[in-house]
């Protein structure tokens, strides 16, 4: 059920001029991209985002056939090969057993999550690009290259890095393209003029805190909350089984192709870009590896910020596609194997079923959503629409345990394995809906547009529902955005030890969740003696949210059945 993603609706908003920005928020500002300029009367309209969801989630399918179909030349051949590698298909594999065995192509691509956003419109191009330069045409694939950073530079680079990896190994075995390769120079070069460019000529003028002190610190952070998404050592030990598999996959992919074009293999594009993702995969680890244990501060700091270890090897996805639809067509025309047509139009017509009954399935959901107005306020009331619909719990807060037995000094060795039980007085008063409700309420009819609240850094969805508000600190969303830079990780590391006495090292890992849970134990020690600490560093924050039975010694403002909101007084 497509809603528009909380990153892309709070950056449309910063696009748009209706957040308040200060040094915690305007680090999104630099996730702006042009892309925003057409795309943002969508990101911020509910039933246009889901409308369009849709239709693009069927055009892509059928531009993925049509491009693999030309590569094959066999229709039977694409079409399986589309099916059988299909996020449909993944996910039935992944329901059953529990991991992925093919290249996941969400994470560098979204295609498979079912909603629009910018990484999308890279999956339209990146393997657009690679057909184009399996043609041997250097002026279009490097066009599409060069479009990759107007729509996601993180992404970019990736593909800018693959395609010069490429060129260079095509040069080293003499079928090299000079022209290709200058420019691809020549786009590297004009790329970090953009991004620097970007950086420097940022409305906001960050300020620099020395909470840390190098990205060697950084990363025994951030590792242990944001591993998942960039580092390689986790995935090839915390997720080392579906790592496994995707790279048998991917090397059984290069091995069939090698063994039907025995003399060429070597020199096929899909091959080629098949191969690269893989082999910088496992470099990266070795990098990683040496990195940390010599910290070295400059590699850290381009694994934190790439993410490899979340989306490199989805990059082999597309190129993989289209040399299975290749070795299918070989086997269909050399063994003359026949599929009838009745067989394959009734799969394709029961596809297509299942596709529009769960479209039609939430179509009073649509309805809701038609009746949410476009605007700042849109996200929040289509989130609480869709979790009423659903009859989900409050969106807003994580799932708490109880932590009587622990003390205060083993809570970051907390795990799964400590077999926690749900604190089941939080939830039943905080699982509701309605608190999320309250929450947004309480901060509206009672603070001006514009005023810094401390909130609970465990709630979700803060900053993109209250964004006329000033939120200092949100672990969800600033958790990510430390990714981005080491001086967004300076600035809201501090903002996080300010509020809970602690960073991330003494938090359970991520992976645990349990690290909300802890985040909780140490908001609720924070009194009045601290908050007026934390508005005379910062001096936009004079109120302060708290849970109904937390608190403080200072002036309440309003409070209802689940929060206080109080004003510090320096």
């Not at 094959?72 to 299909?86: E, P, T």
């Not at 952070?221 to 030990?237: G, H, K, P, Y």
């Amino acid at each position: 059920m497509p809603l528009i993603q909380e990153t892309h609706f709070f950056i449309t908003q910063i696009f748009l001029g209706n957040v308040f920005l200060d040094d915690a928020s305007a680090f999104y500002s630099l996730l702006i991209t042009p892309f925003y300029n057409f795309f943002y009367p969508i990101f911020q309209n509910p039933s246009f985002y889901y409308i369009f969801s849709i239709l693009f989630e069927f055009f892509f399918i059928f531009y993925l056939f049509f491009l693999v179909s030309l590569i094959s030349k066999n229709y039977l051949a694409s079409f399986i090969a589309v099916i059988i590698l299909s996020p449909l298909a993944s996910a039935t594999i992944y329901n059953i057993f529990g991991l992925y065995i093919f290249p996941n192509p969400a994470p560098a691509f979204e295609w498979g999550n079912g909603t629009l956003s910018t990484r999308y419109f890279l999956g339209l191009i990146f393997p657009l690009q690679i057909y184009f330069i399996s043609k041997n045409e250097s002026f279009f694939s490097s066009l599409l290259l060069a479009c990759s950073i107007l729509i996601h530079p993180n992404s970019f680079v990736f593909i800018l890095g693959i395609s010069i990896f490429c060129e260079t190994y095509l040069f080293a075995i003499g079928n090299g393209n000079k022209k290709r390769l200058g420019l691809y120079l020549l786009i590297l070069i004009g790329s970090l003029i953009f991004l620097l460019d970007k950086f420097y000529s940022s409305d906001y003028d960050f300020s620099e805190s020395y909470l840390i002190s190098d990205n060697v610190e950084r990363y025994i952070n951030l590792v242990r909350d944001e591993a998942d998404d960039f580092s390689i050592i986790f995935q090839l030990t915390q997720n080392f089984l579906q790592t496994g598999f995707i790279t048998i996959f991917i090397i059984f992919t290069l091995f069939i192709f090698s063994r039907i074009y025995k003399q060429k293999y070597h020199q096929n594009i899909f091959f080629i870009f098949t191969a690269i993702p893989l082999i910088l995969f496992y470099l990266g680890f070795v990098v990683e590896m040496i990195s940390y244990k010599l910290e070295i501060d400059f590699l850290l700091n381009l694994i934190i910020g790439l993410q490899p270890g979340h989306k490199l090897l989805s990059f082999s996805f597309f190129p993989a596609m289209f040399i299975w639809s290749k070795c299918l067509a070989y086997f269909f025309e050399n063994y003359n194997l026949k599929i009838k047509p009745i067989i394959l139009l009734s799969f394709s017509v029961l596809l297509f079923s299942i596709s529009v009954k769960g479209a039609l399935k939430s179509y009073d959901f649509l309805n809701g959503l038609s009746t949410i107005e476009s605007g700042k306020f849109s996200y929040g009331d289509a989130l609480i629409l869709r979790s009423k619909y659903l009859n989900e719990r409050n969106p807003s807060s994580p799932v708490i345990y109880d932590l009587g037995q622990f003390e205060e000094k083993d809570l970051k060795n907390l795990s799964l394995s400590n077999n926690l039980n749900i604190n089941q007085t939080y939830e039943n008063k905080y699982g509701k809906v309605l608190a999320f409700e309250s929450l947004i309420s309480l901060i509206r009819n009672n603070l001006v547009a514009g005023s810094g609240v401390i909130v609970p850094p465990y709630l979700f969805h803060l900053r993109d529902t209250l964004i006329d508000y000033k939120i200092f600190f949100q672990e969800h969303h600033d958790g990510n955005i430390m990714m981005g830079s080491f001086l967004a990780t300076q600035g809201l590391l501090k903002r996080m030890q300010a509020v809970l006495g602690v960073t991330y090292t003494s938090l359970p890992l991520q992976t645990s969740k349990l690290n909300y849970t802890a985040m909780r134990y140490f908001y609720r020690k924070l009194d009045s003696n601290k908050a007026k600490l934390i508005a005379s560093e910062f001096n936009d924050y004079n109120f302060i949210l708290t849970e109904k039975n937390h608190n403080i010694d200072a002036k309440i403002i309003a409070s209802n059945e689940f929060y206080n909101l109080y004003e510090i007084t320096r």
